[in-house]
């Protein structure tokens, strides 16, 4: 491991110093390239498919294992949408000149080298390492065992372009330790790794946040809510929070729980059980809720319960202040959404609910980089430093002062 992360660390001076059209090209490349290769990766990924179904993964996480030619060639897309973003490093974020006559910059750089540890889904892989390599990062990738074959082909196509233009392949790698003893290596590793980037379950985030060396931006589970105020249009209550669980289960800003005011709830809720029956979810309820529609009882250990399945816990609120406190209580301060007709409820959820993504009368599907125009991101952070929300290419940068003088001598 420390021979591998040796040579990582050596890289980043190259790739931190590569001009802003030779990075646009070669992400071009690496997009055409995976295109030309699409047979090979589906070929891999179908032996992770099989394996996945021998050890009994569930419906969702097979969805998020899943690569055919439509999800290779829209990974090859947002490479090439990365490409096009404006350069991140070397911008001037500040700049000012003080009394002693000093000129100061405050400009943006690359962080390093970035240790991504991920689950399930390979077309990360593709993501981060591309917001790595546009952003002048190294990037040490370590998926989950499920999409071994997946991340492997992924890797060494990228790999393929590196070569191609005499740039290290170490610029973008795998660990040659795929197991957690390597990522407890990897994580102690401060004097070779700049920042590691968790992405994936509860434990996962917890292992890594309690032990690592190196500074952390937790991508932490995404229980996501959506309430319904006493003013919500009811047409558009019932698409959004249908979307919203449904769209697709499996991902962090699908809605885990539903929160329903009191005053529409009688109204509400039998038109959404009805379509949540067309989308064979299964359905938990509080009290309030159960005495309204008939469906299962919802436990407190429910709400705090992140399903990535086709499963939604609903509760029966009285007030917009009570649906903010159990989404600050219950959440994971990802992604939440009022759905509301009253401009005052909505500035008051906006400015209470403490997540990183609040919404407006719109499904929580809609945190991701790509929809936020970041092109991708490395994860939808819940840290409140040093990045929240999706992380994309500005986030993968610091900065540093750069101070010019004319002779001067402090007195």
């Not at 399945?309 to 009022?338: F, P, Q, R, T």
């Not at 992380?391 to 002779?407: C, P, R």
Request: proline share 3%.
């Amino acid at each position: 491991m420390e021979d591998f992360l040796k040579l990582a660390k050596n890289s980043a001076s190259v790739v931190s110093n590569l001009q802003p059209n030779i990075k646009s090209d070669i992400l071009i490349q690496m997009a055409d390239h995976l295109k030309k290769n699409c047979h090979y990766i589906v070929e891999e990924n179908l032996k992770d498919i099989e394996q996945g179904r021998k050890n009994n993964l569930s419906y969702a996480l097979l969805d998020r294992l899943l690569l055919d030619e439509k999800r290779v060639f829209s990974m090859a897309e947002s490479i090439i949408e990365i490409a096009s973003l404006r350069e991140p490093v070397g911008r001037i974020l500040d700049g000012w000149v003080v009394p002693n006559g000093l000129r100061i910059e405050k400009v943006s750089v690359p962080i390093g080298v970035i240790g991504i540890i991920y689950e399930s889904r390979p077309n990360v892989t593709s993501d981060t390492a591309a917001l790595c390599f546009k952003s002048g990062n190294v990037c040490v990738l370590k998926g989950g065992k499920e999409a071994l074959n997946s991340n492997l082909a992924i890797a060494t196509l990228l790999q393929d372009i590196l070569s191609k233009n005499s740039l290290p392949k170490e610029i973008i790698s795998l660990i040659p330790d795929n197991s957690r003893e390597g990522v407890a290596k990897l994580i102690k590793m401060d004097h070779y790794v700049d920042l590691i980037i968790p992405r994936g379950g509860e434990a996962l985030i917890k292992f890594i946040s309690q032990n690592s060396t190196v500074p952390v931006v937790k991508h932490d589970k995404g229980l996501c809510h959506i309430f319904i105020d006493e003013s919500a249009n009811i047409k558009n209550a019932i698409d959004i929070s249908i979307n919203a669980k449904c769209q697709r289960t499996g991902v962090c800003n699908t809605m885990e729980t539903l929160l329903v005011h009191k005053n529409i709830a009688e109204q509400i809720l039998p038109k959404l059980k009805d379509e949540y029956f067309k989308q064979e979810t299964k359905l938990l309820g509080c009290l309030k809720t159960r005495a309204i529609i008939d469906i299962k009882e919802a436990n407190e250990e429910d709400f705090f319960t992140e399903y990535l399945d086709n499963i939604l816990s609903i509760k029966v609120v009285d007030s917009l202040d009570e649906a903010i406190w159990h989404i600050n209580k219950y959440g994971s301060h990802h992604s939440d959404s009022i759905l509301s007709e009253n401009y005052s409820n909505s500035e008051k959820f906006l400015n209470e609910v403490d997540s990183a993504c609040v919404y407006v009368n719109s499904s929580t599907r809609f945190t991701d980089g790509a929809e936020f125009g970041f092109g991708a991101e490395v994860g939808i952070s819940t840290n409140k430093l040093h990045a929240r929300g999706p992380m994309g290419i500005n986030d993968l940068t610091t900065y540093k002062f750069k101070i010019y003088g004319n002779g001067n001598i402090r007195k």
